[in-house]
């Protein structure tokens, strides 16, 4: 079968593998449509992130070349032994946590924190951008015979930003600010309006995507070029700062922004993945009693996610900016990510299967 694989940095390849098997407890899936996420750039520009390398996944036993892709929907074809929770013709999205089950964290439930963390399509043993792959049925979840596949391919980044609200303690009513609006920052923005922030500000320089962050529930957008963004939120919220802050951009400016944008006790989300450094003086905490928490993937936001964007409270109209073949993802999906109109893309959908585009 076909496959995208992730060999080094700057070094995607669409190649012929074997199909992967069936084993007891999985389902095998044919992929419909998955989407390329801001985390399969960061490996493709400043990887090794998630990605094993030097030393075998301690779950998946792999290293590098690795199938990417976890934003993803399908069709089950196979169930494995044991399998009780699905039939074959199921439509399915992929919850795509690899966790041990046994270490202090996954006992707890909190399978996100396994002290052995992996996510299917950036750890070995499978992945979205591929025709077929084989998952554990934990981790699958059926879709509604409403929901389009392509929309389905969508609920893994919403559950992303709905867990960074939870991680976060949002509460009805509190004011935010979203630094950044790329498709983490948009989600957030969308979860943030269903569960009903009072005021949505986001920092976006000016391209279309302030046009995105006001389409997906913004009250204000405001450019860093053009503003001091602290003191303008500090403006529209009458001397106080916001509730709440959400770090999507991964850059110094974000960081610093959301600090010096919070009320006395508010908290800093941070959601992005970091490529480099950064520098931090922890009495902007001290002296007003502000926190930072940081938030990985989800868990057990998958059902509320389904059913929010089920219902319509969760839209995510619009994410969809372009759907390639995977043939081409690596230059019209990962160099259009990285070239000269990223800004207008938001989420790039790819598919194995022709004759969906």
């Not at 590098?64 to 074809?77: D, K, N, R, T, Y």
């Not at 302030?210 to 389409?215: D, F, G, L, S, V």
């Amino acid at each position: 079968m076909r496959a995208a694989l992730w060999y080094a940095r700057n070094d995607v390849r669409v190649e012929n593998i074997e199909e992967p098997m069936v084993r007891p407890g999985t389902v095998k899936i044919k992929v419909k449509w998955c989407g390329i996420c801001g985390s399969d750039l960061h490996e493709y520009l400043g990887g090794p992130i998630f990605i094993p390398v030097d030393k075998k996944h301690p779950i998946s036993g792999e290293t590098a070349p690795v199938v990417l892709g976890h934003e993803f929907s399908g069709e089950i074809v196979e169930i494995g032994e044991g399998v009780t929770k699905f039939n074959i013709g199921d439509r399915v999205t992929v919850e795509p946590i690899v966790a041990c089950g046994t270490c202090p964290a996954c006992k707890e439930g909190k399978y996100n924190l396994c002290s052995s963390l992996g996510f299917h399509g950036l750890c070995g043993g499978g992945g979205g951008l591929a025709e077929y792959t084989v998952f554990n049925e934990d981790f699958i979840h059926k879709i509604p015979d409403s929901m389009s596949y392509e929309k389905a391919a969508l609920i893994e980044p919403m559950a992303v930003a709905l867990h960074s609200l939870r991680v976060g303690k949002f509460k009805t009513g509190d004011t935010a600010l979203v630094l950044g609006s790329g498709p983490i920052g948009l989600a957030t923005i969308e979860c943030l309006k269903a569960a009903g922030a009072s005021k949505i500000v986001v920092l976006q320089r000016k391209s279309i995507r302030q046009e995105y962050a006001k389409r997906a529930g913004a009250d204000i957008v405001l450019d860093p070029n053009e503003v001091d963004i602290a003191s303008e939120i500090i403006k529209l919220t009458d001397g106080v700062g916001v509730d709440m802050a959400f770090e999507t951009t991964g850059a110094q400016i974000g960081f610093d922004t959301g600090i010096a944008s919070l009320k006395f006790e508010g908290t800093l989300v941070i959601t992005s993945i970091w490529e480099d450094d950064i520098k931090f003086n922890p009495n902007v905490l001290v002296f007003s009693e502000k926190n930072i928490v940081g938030t990985i993937g989800y868990r057990h936001e998958f059902p509320a996610t389904i059913a929010q964007m089920s219902d319509g409270r969760i839209k995510a109209d619009g994410y969809i900016t372009k759907k390639i073949s995977l043939d081409d993802v690596v230059k019209e999906g990962f160099g259009t990510l990285t070239g000269p109109d990223k800004k207008k893309q938001v989420k790039i959908l790819v598919t194995p299967d022709n004759s969906l585009l």
